[in-house]
């Protein structure tokens, strides 16, 4: 069964860095591409980043290219996504989503929340 | 403001037939394939149609998806209760500003 398990979300003041883990079982995860797709409080789903099964491939959304950086070790099965320089519109549901060619993003963590608030 | 634009509400009674519109552009879904997801309340999205119109193993024969130029749309029959949820379509982008593009989504309620 596939599982993804984000974990390291909490409170950060603004202008403030947090580092958030994916934990990923049931399938070979050096295998697949992964990305992170946020929610905030309310509203629809933001695609943030992507990366490639391998890692050298890496993608952005504008609204966090520069502060945000993911990153994977594919030795311990895990996702990370380093946040720096915090917004107040950074505030959301962050979830860890797997990607394959054939079904595209098709399965999803239950979500880490990010507040950013002072 | 989303890059795909869907409906913000739909509904209907139990047994109705509803469909939920998605539109985009030549960037994503004139060129590339459309993703439907279910997000029931409080859980993390769900896959429901991929590849346009493939129902993933599990996902009930009575939702169906489709795709014309640069719109698409998601299908629903024989509307149950626990079909009240939210709907977001999906695709790949082909421009330099995303990757995956999202509707804003649809609150379907099942009156």
């Known amino acids: 069964e596939v599982q993804l398990v984000e974990s390291g979300g909490g409170l950060v003041q603004p202008g403030g860095s947090l580092r958030l883990s994916c934990a990923a079982s049931?399938?070979?995860?050096?295998?697949?591409?992964m990305n992170w797709v946020r929610q905030a409080p309310g509203k629809g789903l933001e695609w943030v980043s992507y990366?490639?099964?391998?890692?050298?491939?890496?993608y952005y959304a504008d609204s966090v290219k520069g502060r945000f950086t993911i990153s994977r070790d594919n030795a311990k099965n895990s996702l990370y996504l380093q946040m720096n320089s915090l917004r107040a519109e950074d505030t959301a549901v962050y979830y860890c989503?797997?990607?394959?060619?054939?079904?595209?993003?098709?399965?999803w963590g239950q979500g880490t929340l990010v507040t950013v608030s002072s | 403001q989303s890059v795909l634009t869907q409906p913000p509400s739909a509904s209907g009674t139990p047994g109705q037939r509803v469909t939920i519109s998605c539109s985009g552009s030549?960037?994503?879904?004139?060129?590339?394939?459309v993703n439907w997801y279910q997000q029931l309340p409080g859980t993390a999205p769900k896959l429901l149609i991929y590849?346009?119109?493939q129902r993933p193993s599990g996902v009930p024969d009575r939702f169906s998806g489709s795709k014309s130029g640069t719109s698409a749309s998601l299908a629903i029959s024989g509307l149950q209760s626990e079909d009240e949820a939210d709907y977001y379509c999906?695709?790949?982008?082909?421009?330099?500003?995303?990757?995956?593009?999202f509707g804003g989504g649809t609150k379907l309620t099942v009156l």
């Open positions: 990366i490639s099964s391998s890692g050298s491939t890496i």
């Open positions: 049931g399938f070979t995860f050096s295998s697949y591409e």
């Open positions: 989503a797997r990607e394959s060619r054939d079904y595209g993003v098709d399965y």
């Open positions: 590849s346009n119109n």
């Open positions: 999906a695709a790949w982008d082909d421009s330099l500003n995303a990757y995956v593009v």
């Open positions: 030549s960037s994503n879904i004139g060129s590339n394939t």
